[in-house]
């Protein structure tokens, strides 16, 4: 059965670093999501991809967030300079109907 | 309204018993509905997509009552391995089939032998 796969699965990086977790979406879906959750809390959404284009971002994703799909399978979030309330685990997920399938996720610790 | 609600739980039942999850949305217009299940540190699984007044699938039965804005989880005959946090995720459409999911923050259910 076809998965979303993440990588790193753990990250650590010291404030004001960048990062970029990379994930690879099932490979005949058409939408591309990442979302995030810190530990003990829901899961929330940051931002949709369709077209090579954004669809829609929400509050949190701010300008210090980007997302790329660089080539024909990675699908990329950038932290140009990561805080320490960025610490979270980071879901990336993929759909062709609206049911969306979640990657294991990368944990970003920032120190 | 918060616009996902969830029994905030947690549940602790033991093996064989019956349980329901309940759960209630703000957006009157919202058309669908998932159910995913959550492990401890894991992803979010797909667990039942809820379409129409509900759907059922082996032990577990979902159901809507789109008057109410509420939604339902049954789990019969409970297993070791259903023991998951249940999140209740309304779908936002914002074109095709592009959807921003909502997700509640949870049920804990524990099933003990």
């Known amino acids: 059965e076809p998965e979303v796969t993440q990588t790193p699965s753990h990250q650590v990086t010291q404030m004001g670093q960048e990062v970029i977790l990379r994930c690879v979406p099932i490979s005949n879906h058409l939408y591309f999501y990442w979302y995030r959750q810190i530990l003990g809390q829901k899961v929330e959404f940051l931002v949709s991809f369709y077209n090579n284009e954004i669809s829609e971002k929400s509050e949190i994703f701010d300008d210090q967030f980007s997302v790329e799909r660089p080539d024909g399978s990675n699908f990329t979030l950038k932290i140009r300079s990561t805080k320490l309330e960025d610490s979270a685990m980071y879901f990336c997920?993929?759909?062709?109907?609206?049911?969306?399938?979640f990657g294991p996720g990368t944990r970003l610790t920032v120190t | 309204r918060k616009e996902v609600e969830q029994d905030p739980g947690p549940f602790n039942v033991p093996e064989g018993a019956t349980v329901a999850f309940n759960c209630t949305y703000s957006n009157s217009a919202s058309q669908s509905f998932f159910w995913y299940r959550q492990d401890c540190r894991k992803e979010p699984k797909l667990l039942m997509s809820?379409?129409?007044s509900g759907n059922e699938d082996g032990r577990f039965t979902a159901q809507l009552n789109r008057a109410s804005q509420y939604i339902s989880l049954l789990i019969r005959d409970s297993k070791l391995s259903d023991s998951a946090t249940y999140l209740c995720?309304?779908?936002?459409?914002?074109?095709?089939?592009?959807?921003?999911?909502?997700f509640g923050k949870g049920t804990l259910l524990t099933v003990n032998p």
């Open positions: 995720v309304v779908p936002r459409g914002s074109g095709g089939s592009n959807y921003k999911l909502t």
């Open positions: 997920a993929s759909s062709v109907t609206p049911e969306q399938y």
């Open positions: 809820v379409y129409s």
